[in-house]
């Protein structure tokens, strides 16, 4: 019985060596990359990185495929309300209507 084929899309345009070195950068701090406003890598920063550095073009869709491939995933910070202090509690006798 012959195997089912799958596309497999085209090949990574970085090879092993390039792959490590942008994983070292990817590491470092968007700081030292010129980044000071948001502390978060972008498929759109990410792929500025990775022009800088090798001199390759990527889509944002293909930055989010090399991001899988090499095992990141894209992390949204969790937003959670700033409520100063809760409001008080009515006593127990004006909810009963007492």
């Not at 937003?79 to 007492?98: S, W």
Request: aromatic share 8%.
């Amino acid at each position: 019985m012959a195997r089912a084929r799958w596309p497999q899309g085209n090949p990574c345009r970085l090879n092993t060596g390039q792959i490590e070195l942008l994983k070292t950068e990817l590491n470092r701090s968007l700081a030292a990359h010129g980044w000071d406003e948001d502390q978060r890598w972008t498929p759109a920063r990410i792929a500025t990185l990775i022009n800088e550095l090798f001199a390759v073009d990527y889509t944002l869709r293909g930055v989010s495929y090399l991001m899988h491939r090499i095992g990141w995933s894209p992390q949204v910070p969790l937003h959670r309300a700033a409520y100063g202090e809760p409001p008080p509690r009515p006593a127990l006798g004006a909810m009963r209507g007492m």
